[in-house]
């Protein structure tokens, strides 16, 4: 079974503070991905990377960074958390051009 | 860029119905359809997914794709209450490198 761990699951930041989520698969898929999921819009794409040393924007990357320093590892950096990016945040993982992501349990982040 | 829209936005039935869900989507060049289940708490998984227009069936579900219409349907017959959840269709273009999501559908079956 495809394996995908983020972790913290739970995160309370302050404003203005740093917030790192760490993402890791054991899949050995070369694509992985970061979503937010909010009420009202639904899973919407942050960055998204082909393999290591690879990070693409999405379709909302303001106010985020990725890393892929490894085939297995992914992280989403908030330099300067804002209230806004509370939400909760979803990896994947993904082979080649098939439909079937593996996600994640999430993590929950609050930012007061 | 896809568009992807789901219908209703939630749903309440009894144990036991027939459960009816839908989702429209943009780009007639869509490679492939996919619907996910999520439960509270849960990340999405991959349930079923389509290629070919006509219909496909695993146990319970089916699902009915019509590329003329741009449209999806996922259907579950006899309904229990684990398959409470969010259900989101997700369409895979031709060419694109990500997977573009619909909003989902609540579905609440009540024992």
């Known amino acids: 079974e495809a394996a995908v761990t983020q972790s913290p699951r739970n995160k309370v930041a302050v404003t203005g503070g740093k917030v790192t989520l760490s993402c890791n698969q054991t899949n050995n898929h070369n694509n992985m991905y970061w979503y937010r999921q909010d009420t009202g819009h639904g899973l919407r794409l942050i960055h998204y990377?082909?393999?290591?040393?690879?990070?693409e924007k999405g379709d909302i990357p303001d106010g985020y960074k990725a890393s892929r320093p490894s085939q297995e590892n992914f992280s989403l950096i908030l330099e300067l958390a804002t209230p806004s990016q509370t939400s909760v945040y979803f990896c994947a993982s993904r082979q080649g051009n098939t439909g079937q992501l593996y996600f994640g349990e999430g993590s929950k982040l609050t930012v007061l | 860029q896809e568009k992807v829209q789901q219908s209703p936005e939630s749903l309440i039935v009894p144990e036991g119905a027939m459960v009816s869900l839908n989702c429209s989507f943009s780009?007639?060049?869509?490679?492939s359809i996919w619907w996910y289940q999520q439960h509270p708490g849960k990340g999405p998984k991959a349930l079923i997914?389509?290629?070919?227009?006509g219909n496909k069936k695993e146990g319970r579900l089916t699902v009915y794709l019509n590329r003329a219409s741009l449209h999806v349907s996922l259907h579950i017959k006899d309904s229990q209450p684990s398959d409470s959840a969010v259900y989101l269709c997700?369409?895979?273009?031709?060419?694109?490198?990500?997977?573009?999501f619909g909003k989902g559908t609540q579905l609440i079956i009540q024992p």
């Open positions: 780009d007639s060049a869509s490679q």
């Open positions: 997700a369409v895979v273009t031709e060419g694109a490198d990500r997977l573009t």
């Open positions: 997914s389509i290629f070919s227009n």
């Open positions: 990377s082909y393999g290591a040393g690879s990070t």
